[in-house]
C-alpha cells in the first residue's frame, strides 16, 4: 500500500510552500517544516538569515519518535495525547503542532523570536493548511509501480549493497 | 505502509531490526552505515544509555537512488532489546515496512529469541498488523560463537513452517549483514508492485 501521510501535491503543495514561507517571516523562526508521524520530511522551508540546519532526517525522526513518546505518556494518564509539544534551550526552541492525523507542523526558533509569537503563527499556519486540503479537488498524480519499477529498484539495491554472492 | 511524498517526489520504507537484547541489531547498522557510500546515507543517530545499550532507538537514513523520477529512500532502526523497554519497541513499530529478526545463536538466548518474535507479533497486533503480511526475514547471527546452536535448531524454533528466508551472520565482521537487508527491501518491493 502507498499512501501519502498528507493530501500535499500540485496546487495544495504550492499554497503550503507559500504558508510555511509566511510563517517564518510573520513568527521570526529560523525553520519549518511539515514531518510525518513515521519521521519522514514532506516539506520544510528556512528563513534566509538562518544558518544550515542539521540533518533534516534526524531532526524529523527524533521529534516523530519525541512526539509519539509523549503520546504514550499522555495515554498513560488517560489523556487522549498532548496537542503540542514545546522544547526550549538556552538558544533554540522547537515546537511541533498536530497537522491531521499523520503529520506535525514543526518550527525551529531562536530567541530573536518570541515563543507566543511562534505559537500563534503556527497554529494559524496549521488550519491554512487543513483548509487548503480540504478544499482540493486535484487527482493524486498517476504512478506505475510495476514489475520493472521493481526490477530497477533492486538493481539499485545490488549496486549499494552488492548481491552477496561470493 | 509505505509512504509516499509526491511533491519531493520520494517513496520512503521504514525498516526495522527487531530481536532480542544484545543479539547484534546495531551492530548490523553500524555495519551497514560502515559500507553505504557518503553520497547515499545520512547521520546515523543512536539514542543509547552510558553503557551502550539501546535506549530508544538507532536510526539511519540511505538513500536508494532514483526510479522512474522517484527517490527511494529507507529508514532503518533498531529496538532496544532488553525486556522492559517493551513501550519503546511498540513507538518504533508505527508504520513499519519490513522486519529484520536479529536471532543470537547462543544457546542460552534461545528462550530470549523466541519471546522476542513472540513480542514482536504481540506489538504488531497494537497496529492491527500481522507478522505474516508484513515482509520479514531472520538473521541468526553470532554463528562464529563457539557453542553457537545449529541454525536448523534455531529455525526450527522460530519458524519451524519453513516459510520465512534465514541468513546466517556474523555482523561484527560484516559476514550476513546486506543479504537480509537486501532480501527483506525485495519483499517491500514485491510487495508494493502488487498493490499498486
Redesign the interface.
Known amino acids: 500500500?502507498?499512501?501519502?501521510?498528507l493530501e500535499?501535491?500540485?496546487e495544495t503543495?504550492d499554497k503550503v510552500e507559500v504558508f510555511l514561507d509566511e510563517l517564518i517571516s510573520s513568527s521570526h523562526a529560523r525553520y519549518a517544516l511539515i514531518i510525518?508521524?513515521?519521521?519522514?520530511?514532506?516539506?520544510h522551508h528556512r528563513a534566509l538569515w538562518a544558518p544550515k540546519p542539521p540533518?533534516l532526517?534526524?531532526m524529523a525522526?527524533?521529534i516523530a519518535?519525541n512526539y509519539?513518546?509523549n503520546m504514550?505518556i499522555a495515554k498513560l494518564f488517560g489523556e487522549n495525547g498532548f496537542k503540542e509539544m514545546v522544547q526550549k534551550g538556552d538558544e533554540i526552541g522547537v515546537y511541533a503542532q498536530e497537522l491531521g492525523a499523520q503529520a506535525l507542523l514543526v518550527t525551529v526558533f531562536d530567541n530573536s523570536a518570541a515563543l507566543g509569537r511562534v505559537k500563534l503563527f503556527s497554529k494559524k499556519t496549521v488550519d491554512l493548511i487543513n483548509q487548503a486540503i480540504g478544499e482540493n479537488t486535484e487527482a493524486?498524480?498517476n504512478?506505475?509501480?510495476?514489475?520493472n519499477?521493481?526490477v530497477?529498484?533492486?538493481a539499485?539495491?545490488?549496486?549499494?549493497?552488492?548481491?552477496?554472492k561470493q | 505502509?509505505?509512504?509516499?511524498?509526491?511533491?519531493?517526489r520520494?517513496?520512503?520504507f521504514?525498516i526495522v531490526y527487531y530481536g532480542p537484547g544484545m543479539s547484534g541489531k546495531t551492530t548490523n547498522l553500524k555495519k551497514i552505515y560502515e559500507?553505504?557510500?557518503a553520497d547515499?546515507k545520512?547521520?546515523m543517530?543512536s539514542l543509547a544509555t552510558e553503557d551502550e545499550r539501546t535506549l530508544?532507538?538507532d536510526?539511519l537514513?540511505?538513500d536508494?537512488?532514483k526510479?522512474?523520477g522517484?527517490k527511494?529512500?529507507f529508514?532503518l532502526y533498531t529496538v532496544p532489546g532488553q525486556v522492559f523497554y517493551n513501550?519503546?519497541r511498540?513507538?518504533?513499530l508505527?508504520?513499519v515496512d519490513g522486519v529484520v529478526f536479529v536471532a543470537d545463536s547462543s544457546p542460552k538466548r534461545l528462550r530470549a529469541n523466541a519471546e522476542s518474535l513472540r513480542n514482536l507479533r504481540e506489538n504488531l497486533q497494537e497496529y492491527n498488523l500481522n507478522l505474516g503480511e508484513i515482509p520479514y526475514v531472520i538473521q541468526i547471527n553470532k554463528t562464529d560463537l563457539p557453542d553457537a546452536l545449529p541454525a536448523e535448531m534455531i529455525k526450527q524454533v522460530l519458524a519451524p513452517k519453513g516459510d520465512i528466508q534465514f541468513f546466517e551472520a556474523v555482523a561484527q565482521e560484516f559476514k550476513g549483514v546486506?543479504?537480509p537487508?537486501?532480501a527483506v527491501?525485495?519483499l517491500v518491493?514485491?510487495k508494493?508492485?502488487q498493490?499498486?
Not at chain 1, 500500500?1 to 501521510?5: A, F, I, K
Not at chain 2, 505502509?1 to 519531493?8: K, L, R, V, Y
Open positions: 500500500m502507498l499512501e501519502p501521510s500535499l501535491y500540485g503543495f510525518d508521524l513515521k519521521g519522514f520530511v514532506l516539506a540533518s532526517d534526524s525522526t527524533l519518535s509519539s513518546a504514550a493524486r498524480p504512478l506505475d509501480f510495476d514489475d519499477w521493481q530497477s529498484s533492486e539499485l539495491l545490488d549496486g549499494l549493497f552488492g548481491t552477496g | 505502509m509505505s509512504t509516499i511524498n509526491f511533491s519531493a520520494e517513496i520512503n521504514k559500507q553505504v557510500p547515499a545520512g547521520e543517530v530508544f532507538f536510526f537514513p540511505i536508494l537512488g526510479v522512474n522517484f527511494t529512500r529508514h513501550s519503546s511498540k513507538l518504533i508505527r508504520g546486506r543479504e537487508l537486501r527491501s525485495q518491493f514485491e508494493l508492485a498493490k499498486a
